[in-house]
Nanobody, 124 residues
């Protein structure tokens, strides 16, 4: 099973940008759909973005559409999340996830591996 480690979280002012990275262990990274989820205090985990195995297709949650971009590098076993125009409501723990199902936005139970999460705090 793939192991995932996120990095790049931190604190930023509203309107700023952050780039999150997730590094996967193992040799089968390209067989997974990769996604990002987030969880704010007291709220359920929320879908952010998913990217196809080849990296040519992506899908975003409504709350981040137009402000974030997911990308992957299968030669480096990494998936990134570029977040721009951040808002205080983007605050939360961001999780990297691997699945064999592209439809994790509506089927989060299909995630087979989660990272430990990285904290993002957006101050107003």
């Amino acid at each position: 099973q793939v192991q995932l480690v996120e990095s790049g979280g931190g604190e930023v002012q509203a309107g700023g940008s952050l780039r999150l990275s997730c590094t996967a262990s193992g040799s089968s990274f390209s067989t997974y759909y990769m996604s990002w989820f987030r969880q704010a205090p007291g709220k359920e985990r929320e879908f952010v973005a998913v990217i196809s195995r080849s990296g040519d297709t992506a899908h975003y949650g409504d709350s981040v559409q137009g402000r974030v971009t997911i990308s992957r590098d299968n030669t480096k076993n990494t998936v990134n999340l570029q977040m721009n125009t951040l808002k205080p409501e983007d605050t939360g723990v961001y999780y990297c996830a691997a699945s064999y199902d592209y439809g994790v936005a509506v089927r989060p139970s299909k995630v087979v591996s989660w990272g430990q999460g990285t904290q993002v705090t957006v101050s107003s």
